[in-house]
């Protein structure tokens, strides 16, 4: 039970890496605010952590790149469970495109979600548990894409590698406070998206060197160690979970 009585916030968490973390941090004794853009997700997740575990959990349905919004949720999680002890900005979207034909509405979008989202996430949270003086820890999910170039992903690629600069920013803004802040970088992961396709496991298995892509929980484990007191020393890091295969990178076309 790492996370008795701890209150976190998980962005876009009404499926896939999003929810296996809220269920986690549920499971070990957390007090969760789900937030998930899609409404009927988001409850259907909550009511399935609250089944399944003996946590507690509210679902916060709305749209996480809103500024309006996250003041809200963070205003939201205070009220219901007293504190903000662990934020995780999870909400993010891929735009697939050709660079030389991208359209200015896609990129403007995945900034807004990806990176403002983030950014205003972590200032609201921040701004709580620097008011709290009893620290925190905040947790942005990048992507192997913003370490090795993608076919079709260059926004979304150049998105995810500015987390990264923003959390090690913020180890200068934070650290004063007692607020670590992260990043954790996924692979090739099995949701349910990306299962829609029917070669997506058999080619990444084969280009992993671990011989499979990930699993939400592969995600998710690594996740719970960095909003953990046992990584309260660690700030301003990035950690790859691939299987490898940024290592050697490998093509999937």
């Given amino acids: 039970m790492r996370f008795r009585d701890k209150v976190a916030i998980v962005t876009g968490a009404g499926q896939g890496i999003g929810y296996e973390i809220c269920k ?24 399935r952590i609250k089944r399944e575990t003996t ?9 996480a ?5 996250i003041n809200s949720m963070v205003s939201a999680a205070v009220s219901k469970f007293g504190q903000l002890d662990i934020v995780i900005a999870n909400a993010g979207i891929t735009l697939f495109g050709d660079f030389f034909t ?7 979008r995945v900034m807004q979600v990806n990176l403002g989202g983030t950014f205003f996430l972590a200032q609201a949270a921040a701004t709580q548990m620097r008011q709290q003086t009893s620290g925190g ?8 894409t913003g370490h090795q170039a993608h076919k079709d992903l260059a926004a979304y690629g ?8 923003l959390a090690k920013n913020l180890v200068i803004e934070l650290s004063q406070f007692g607020i670590n802040v992260n990043t954790i ?6 949701t349910q998206r990306t299962l829609d396709d029917p070669l997506y496991e058999k080619v990444w298995s084969q280009i992993t060197p671990m011989g499979r892509p990930a699993r939400v929980d592969d995600i998710a484990h690594a996740a719970l160690f960095l909003v953990s007191d046992e990584a309260r020393h660690i700030t301003g ?9 940024t290592c050697i990178s490998p093509s999937p076309y």
Avoid at 102 to 108: A, K, L
């Fill in 185 to 190: 970088a996924p692979g090739a992961t099995l």
């Fill in 237 to 245: 890091q990035n950690l790859i979970v691939d299987g490898g295969w």
């Fill in 55 to 63: 946590g507690d959990s509210l679902s916060f349905p709305g749209d």
């Fill in 137 to 144: 820890s905040i947790l942005f999910t990048s992507s192997v």
């Fill in 65 to 69: 790149s809103d500024t309006g919004f």
């Fill in 24 to 47: 986690d941090l549920a499971k070990e004794g957390a007090h969760v605010l789900l937030n998930d853009l899609d409404v009927s997700l988001a409850e259907k997740a909550v009511a």
């Fill in 102 to 108: 991208y359209p200015p509405e896609s990129f403007y």
């Fill in 158 to 165: 150049m998105s995810k590698a500015a987390i990264e600069m």
